[in-house]
């Protein structure tokens, strides 16, 4: 796949999986609505329930901020199957303009975010590599 077809993909993509890896070196995988903006992704710690805003992925990203964020779809038509594989670095955006544009490009991909305030820092992720399948 190259890679104009993968950012394609992504792009029309409605969620994902954020993989990042804890301090002590295990893969740590959460599902994620994002949206991606030139060389970035981004995504939100949002109001849906949650015991805390320290968020392990936060902390993994400030510890070792190489991530990698995997957008697939399935289909029982196995010529449909795709997936999407994004390799960076994440980096935790906790407020400013950058802060602001990221949430302004979510609640323009997503109803949600119009309606209920993110509360939560950001996740930016600068792309180094795109993969994809088939």
Wanted: with cysteine; aromatic share 8%; charged share 25%.
């Amino acid at each position: 796949m190259d890679q104009e077809t993968a950012r394609d993909l992504a792009t029309a993509a409605r969620v994902a999986t954020l993989a990042t890896i804890t301090p002590e070196g295990h893969p740590h995988l959460v599902p994620c609505c994002f949206v991606l903006d030139g060389d970035t992704i981004y995504t939100a710690v949002d109001a849906k329930p949650k015991t805390t805003m320290a968020l392990r992925r936060l902390e993994n990203l400030r510890t070792n901020p190489a991530c990698s964020l995997l957008v697939h779809h399935y289909d029982e038509d196995w010529t449909e199957l795709w997936w999407v594989r994004v390799d960076g670095m994440g980096r935790v955006v906790e407020g400013g303009q950058e802060r602001e544009r990221a949430l302004e490009l979510l609640a323009g991909k997503y109803e949600q975010y119009r309606t209920v305030p993110i509360p939560g820092d950001v996740v930016a992720v600068e792309v180094e590599r795109w993969r994809g399948w088939p």
